[in-house]
């Protein structure tokens, strides 16, 4: 099932064409049945992410049906978190299925090389990957980034730790070896430096990894006070939850600089998560309009309360859709047209796409694990320390677009 699925919903053009005729005429007109593909790791270390990914896809689509009184439809690929098995999805979903909305890329790696290959087809994609270069040096017209690169999550993760424990002048990371996790070091590296904290050692390690016993060894002999986890989803949790099993949170502060959110606290549970700071790119207890909604929504169809990985497919699935139904075409320039500098009301408050290099610039969330006996209910996790927006500018990010 959710290896390849189909969605299609439609809804009443009828009740639609009283609230947007002008839309639905121009929509109609054109026979505009809009078809997105989700590329996303179904398979795999990062299939969890995946699965909650494709639901998220699922209700964007099912929202902008009704909205626009216009068939909507999505494709799951499963890129196993591998580019070149990414790459060859979205070949075959461009060429075979006729897709030019692409919503996914989890992973960096495999963002980075799908961008390229939509740009190729004339197509657009929204990616929740983190990578600087996806908006940076890599940068392309049909390639747009929902999430906060590698610099803004560092920049407000680790500068507010720095500022709240000026005791903490000794810091280790451990590392995935690939771009998002050497984007989110080089970050680390340059925050130390600026503000005089002592980089006592890294520890690398591969995307295949589930032992990091080793690293963490070799980060206790290094004495930090503070352990800085770089990688991301089931390897974060994995790091996490053998650094509780070999006491590190009695000997040194951890911080897990790019939480997936509520799954992973989900899989940790309260014991582990206590005390121990998260990077996060969303909340569903964020206090925003649309999240608000969003949870509502969410709670009422599926039962649960959104995470990271169903929140962000559900929103860069939505612009994507929205803004194809708007332009009245999926092909790649007129998305593009629609999106480029769109300011709206988004998950995380105010959000605007920078039209220079594509950026969404939206809150980044600093969080703190809670004692089980301190939680509201069963997915009250974490507190929000802190929030804030931390970009390069569209200069300083180093993205040429080209026409």
Not at 313 to 323: H, M, T, V
Not at 385 to 398: P, Y
Request: a negative charge.
């Amino acid at each position: 099932m959710l290896n390849r699925r189909s969605f299609l919903t439609t809804s009443s053009l009828a009740a639609i064409s009283l609230a947007t005729p002008g839309l639905l005429g121009r929509a109609s007109a054109q026979g505009a049945a809009l078809k997105i593909g989700v590329p996303v790791p179904i398979s795999g270390a990062f299939a969890a992410n995946g699965k909650f990914a494709t639901i998220g896809a699922q209700m964007a689509a099912e929202e902008v049906a009704k909205a626009h009184g216009i068939e909507v439809s999505t494709l799951d690929l499963d890129t196993e978190g591998k580019p070149a098995t990414a790459v060859r999805k979205v070949q075959d979903a461009l060429a075979q299925d006729g897709i030019k909305l692409f919503a996914g890329g989890i992973l960096s790696s495999e963002s980075l090389a799908m961008g390229k290959e939509i740009e190729r087809g004339g197509g657009s994609f929204m990616t929740t990957a983190g990578a600087d270069e996806i908006t940076g040096p890599d940068c392309n017209k049909a390639t747009f980034r929902w999430s906060v690169p590698t610099f803004g999550a560092i920049d407000q993760t680790v500068r507010p730790i720095i500022d709240a424990l000026p005791e903490a002048k000794r810091w280790y990371t451990i590392t995935p070896q690939y771009v998002f996790g050497d984007g989110l070091l080089n970050a680390a590296k340059a925050v130390f430096a600026e503000k005089g904290i002592e980089h006592v050692g890294n520890s690398y390690h591969s995307l295949t990894d589930k032992e990091f016993s080793g690293y963490l060894t070799n980060a206790i002999s290094a004495q930090p006070d503070v352990l800085l986890l770089l990688n991301f989803g089931a390897q974060s949790s994995d790091t996490l939850r053998q650094a509780v099993s070999f006491g590190l949170k009695q000997r040194m502060t951890i911080v897990v600089a790019w939480a997936s959110g509520l799954e992973q606290f989900e899989a940790l549970g309260p014991d582990i998560c206590e005390g121990v700071y998260f990077g996060a790119q969303y909340w569903h207890g964020a206090d925003t309009p649309l999240n608000r909604e969003l949870v509502a929504r969410v709670q009422e169809k599926h039962g649960f309360n959104p995470n990271y990985s169903f929140a962000g497919s559900y929103i860069i699935s939505k612009l994507l859709l929205d803004a194809a139904a708007k332009a009245g075409s999926a092909e790649g320039s007129a998305v593009i047209g629609q999106l480029e500098g769109l300011k709206y009301t988004g998950l995380t408050g105010e959000e605007e796409i920078r039209a220079a290099d594509h950026q969404v610039i939206k809150d980044y969330y600093l969080l703190k694990g809670k004692a089980k006996d301190a939680m509201a209910g069963k997915d009250d996790y974490v507190d929000i320390i802190s929030s804030g927006k931390s970009f390069l500018s569209a200069e300083q990010s180093g993205c040429k677009m080209t026409a």
